[in-house]
């Protein structure tokens, strides 16, 4: 499902190197590093980087019953919660997303999500009598957060989180950081199921060549709609093809929510690609974008600086704001 999107033309014959792919955040988390440091540090380099993707994932995953984010939806509508810095940085920047988005992007949907249970073994076209209750209530302003206690609280127990939008692009973010700060790596190729995150150039001093799915091949992340070239910079892409269920009359139900109506964004897009510097607002930005359609999206996207997007609809047709259509392949 979550085949490696990125095509490397590491031409890294003499550069030493250490990688490794895992499971991780529920999607296939592989790390590339490059340098001249010893083998054993680059090993150490990567070692520390997935240690760090496994313990956000002990926060942000609702699929491990001792999650953090687990622990606050069964709680906080009672009291306010205590939270750790990581889930407290996670949902303060979810809610931005959420107001500026009106709801697009919605980390209150944990109920919803739940319901239609898309990418478990559990997925369902629940009925609209079910659906009805968890649509339409922007709960995301019923979250309030005490940056003086760090702890949060629900105004209602209608409502759960769910980070599934927005946790991997925050944990490219952290694992990005570590391997620069910590290790002092300055090439390196990180891949979240799709979410890309680039440190400098290729260790051949090139950038890094990387491929947007082509929605409509049967196997899109291996057959690249277009290329281009990139140093620094992360690219996260929100698909209809990515996660889905398909029904037994056929129709296929992908992953991708409208809070509003309480069924898969039905906006016109089969793809959505952010790039830019930050992996966790490209994750929130592709998202909404997707449930938003295209002419609702670009408008968003001209009011933020440094935010760059591919639209691929269902007609496949190819759109791309002005920053980076030059550079398309
Ligand atoms: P992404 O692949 O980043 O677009 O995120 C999709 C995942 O985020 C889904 O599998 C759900 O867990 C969750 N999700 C679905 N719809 C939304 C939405 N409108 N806002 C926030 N999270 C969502
Ligand atoms: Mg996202």
Redesign the pocket.
Known sequence: MAALMCICFTGCGETPGASQTQIVLGTVVTVQVYGRQSQEALDGAVEAAMDRARELEQIFSVNIDSSEINYVNQNAAKAPVPVSDDFYTVLERSLYFARLTEG????T?GKL?RLWG??TDDARVPEPEEIAPLTGRRDYEHVLLDGQAHTVFFENDGFSL?F??IAKGYAADEMKELLQEDYHITSALLNLGGNIITIGNRPDGKPWTLGIADPSSPQPEENPAVTLQVTNLTFVT?GDY??YYEAPDGTRYH?????STGYPADSGLSSVTIITQCSMDA?AL??AS??LGQEKAQKLLQSINGVEAVFIDTQDQITATDGIRDQLQ
């Not at 697009?104 to 980390?107: I, Y």
């Open positions: 697009a992007f919605d980390p949907l999500i898309i990418g769910d599934g939008a929100s990515q996660r992953h991708i929510l409208d809070g994750d592709s998202t997707f449930v």
